[in-house]
Structure formats: C-alpha cells, structure tokens
C-alpha cells in the first residue's frame, strides 16, 4: 500500500495542484478516483468519512485526512523539506499565492470551465461573461508578476536539501489514475 492516498479525480484542477506535487516530491502515493460525476461527493458516506466538505483532493497520510489543496501542499511541503521556501517570509510570500490561486482561479476559472465544459445546459452568457472577466483580471496579475520573475513565489523554492531522486510516475493501478498521468508531466533527473 502505498504511503500516500490521494483521494481525486482527473478533472479536477485542485487534484492536480496535490498530484503534481506528490509526482515532483517523489514520494509513494496512489489515486483513489472519486465519481464525481455520479455525486459521490454529494453523499453521506463520502461526507462522513472522507471529507465534510464534500471536495477533492484529499491527502490521506499515517490515518489523518487532509481537505483543501493548499493545506495538502504545505503538508507535503513540510513533510518533504521540497517546495516550502527557505524561511518565514518565502513561506508567507508562498501562502499568498497559494490564497489568491484558491480565490481567483478556483472561484472564477474553475467555475467558468465547469459551465463551459461540463454542465450539459447552455450556460447563462452573463454568467460567463462575469466570470471570464473575473478570470481575466486575475490572470493579468500573474502576467504582470510573472514579467519580472521566473517563478510565482521565491525561486529558490525548491527544497531546503537538494532533490537527488527524480518524481515518481503517477500510479497506474488506480481507476482515474490514467486522467491524472495524463493530466501531470512526469520531469525526470534532479533540479
Ligand atoms: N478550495 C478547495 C476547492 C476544492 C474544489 O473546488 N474541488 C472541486 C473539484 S476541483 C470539488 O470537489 N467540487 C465538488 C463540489 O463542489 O461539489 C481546494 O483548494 O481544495
């Protein structure tokens, strides 16, 4: 069994944000698909014993179950000495980041893509319209960031140690873990 479970589907933009980094730590991790699409979210069962709030990702680790992809990644970010910043203020600078992606990009992106993409009724323009523009104002923020450096939060973000061992494949053996495969570039080699 594999050390990590990462509770997720392949659609999913904030399982990805988990998966990438579970694949980039290299830790030993396996999918376990969530039917969304079938409501498996919505249900009891998933409520009661995998998350109250009714989302993926899910980090399950040494019998603890983690909600909310930024939570995930500082977890994974302590546990592995990978991806945290090398102090207070580099991790402050990672948190705001981490807040303005969940706020904008989940809230107006991510909505905005599930009409578009996945809701089998024509969306309502003005909604879109909202949202695209909601969208689009976050992402020029980025933009302009992102103009002057080569990554969102502290380039040295990497580790505290030097990564000697290359990601691990995502695992194959999982319903949903193909989506995800895909879904997440696999780099090999140390940074
Ligand atoms: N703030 C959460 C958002 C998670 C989220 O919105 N997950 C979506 C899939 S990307 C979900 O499970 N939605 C189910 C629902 O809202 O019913 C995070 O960052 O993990």
Redesign the pocket.
Known sequence: MAEYKLYC?G?????Y?AALMLALTGVDWEAVWVD?FNGE??QARFRESVSEM????VLEHKGERL????V?LDYLAERTGQFGGRNAQERREIWRWILFD?HKF?SYL?SYRFLRAFVPQTPDPNVLAFLKGRFDAAAAIVDKHLAGSKFIAADSTRSRSSVTTGPRPIPTSTPGSSEMRRAVPVRHGSS
């Open positions: 589907m659609e999913s933009g904030n399982s944000k969304f979210t919505r009714g989302e993926v990702p909600s909310q992809s930024g995930i969940n989940t991510a």
